[in-house]
């Protein structure tokens, strides 16, 4: 059974930097295209960043291109979102996804079986 942990949320001033990790485990991850999303309150899902696991292909959202960056460690099965220069609209719940079928809808939910149960990244201003 695939489950998806994240951690390394928290509460940060605007400017500052994060780092989540989100540990993989239950499958081998071939061939699946591993995913960020994140909610705030009131708001739909929204999609962050995505990486293929195999070649580390990777595509980030406008809002976030610039100042966040996706990547994964194949060995430790962990998949990271290093977030810099952080701003109070980026505040939400942070989830990790992992879905197959390549590139295709790598922004719509339905497209990812599994998630994880989400961190809370708080920026204040």
């Known amino acids: 059974q695939v489950q998806l942990v994240e951690s390394g949320g928290g509460l940060v001033q605007a400017g500052d930097s994060l780092r989540l990790s989100c540990a993989a485990s239950g499958g081998t991850f071939s061939s699946y295209i591993m995913s960020w999303f994140r909610q705030a309150p009131g708001n739909e899902r929204e999609f962050v960043a995505a990486i293929s696991w195999d070649a580390g292909s990777t595509y980030h959202a406008d809002s976030v291109k610039g100042r966040f960056t996706i990547s994964r460690d194949k060995a430790r099965k962990t998949v990271l979102l290093q977030m810099n220069g952080l701003k109070p609209e980026d505040t939400a719940v942070y989830y990790c996804?992992?879905?197959?079928?390549?590139?295709?809808?790598?922004?719509?939910?339905?497209?990812?079986?599994?998630w994880g149960q989400g961190t809370q990244v708080t920026v204040s201003s």
């Open positions: 996804a992992a879905g197959m079928g390549g590139w295709s809808n790598i922004q719509r939910s339905y497209k990812y079986a599994y």
